[in-house]
């Protein structure tokens, strides 16, 4: 069964300097991978997604992931943390031969100080 | 394009009431999905429809239910309501299947509070 771990349940940055947020998975499969963000009493907002075209993926807002699948790891990162990016972030893995197709992780929040 | 709504966005019931959320995807989505978001146990899959069909179902009792019109429309109904079903209810929306790695896209969600 696929699964999701997101390994840091809270991130504190400083302005300017740079996130990381890391998650790992396991599956059977070829998975589709995707990264969103939820900032308060909001939706998710979709910031990238790899689905096997290209290991290094570009998102929205200056986010970047990159996909190893020796590590199985699909961490998110951004050279330069700005005060919005403070927000709630979701790690999350699609397959299809799964029981449960699309398993989300536990969530990393992330806070950013001035 | 106008993105995924969901009315209402508040609600506050009782206990043993029942309650109707609705979910109105983007345009030329066929997919709706829903999740139930608590702090304590955090995004749990509901269910998904596709072209008015239940397509998969999370670990959830038989008080929750759903169902999609043939305009994609999809409603969320949960009867007997509990305490514990007080959460943020989010729907998301794609064009194919979203276990299958279609992209979602999430509405702003339905906060239910039950007293």
């Known amino acids: 069964a696929q699964s999701v771990t997101q390994l840091d349940s809270h991130v504190s940055v400083s302005e300017g300097t740079p996130v990381l947020l890391r998650c790992n998975y396991s599956?059977?499969?070829?998975?589709?991978l995707f990264w969103y963000v939820q900032h308060p009493n909001k939706g998710l907002q979709l910031l990238l997604k790899?689905?096997?075209?290209?290991?290094l993926v570009k998102g929205i807002n200056g986010f970047e992931a990159e996909f190893k699948k020796s590590e199985t790891s699909f961490h998110l990162t951004k050279p330069s943390a700005h005060m919005s990016d403070a927000a709630e972030y979701f790690c999350?893995?699609?397959?299809?031969?799964?029981?449960?197709?699309?398993?989300f992780g536990t969530g990393t929040r992330l806070l950013v100080s001035p | 394009k106008a993105g995924v709504t969901q009315t209402p966005r508040y609600l506050i019931k009782t206990r043993g009431q029942q309650v109707t959320l609705s979910c109105s995807p983007i345009s030329g989505h066929r997919s709706v999905s829903w999740y139930q978001q608590t702090p304590g146990q955090g995004l749990q899959f509901l269910f998904e429809y596709f072209s008015e069909t239940q397509r998969n179902k999370g670990n959830f009792p038989g008080r929750f239910s759903g169902r999609q019109f043939s305009n994609s429309r999809s409603e969320m109904n949960v009867s007997t309501l509990e305490l514990g079903d007080s959460a943020l209810y989010l729907c998301?929306?794609?064009?194919?299947?979203?276990?299958?790695?279609?992209?979602?896209?999430f509405g702003p969600g339905t906060r239910l509070t039950v007293l």
């Open positions: 599956s059977s499969y070829s998975p589709s």
């Open positions: 998301a929306s794609s064009r194919g299947l979203a276990g299958e790695g279609d992209t979602q896209y």
């Open positions: 790899y689905t096997s075209a290209a290991t």
């Open positions: 999350v893995v699609s397959d299809p031969t799964g029981f449960q197709k699309l398993v």
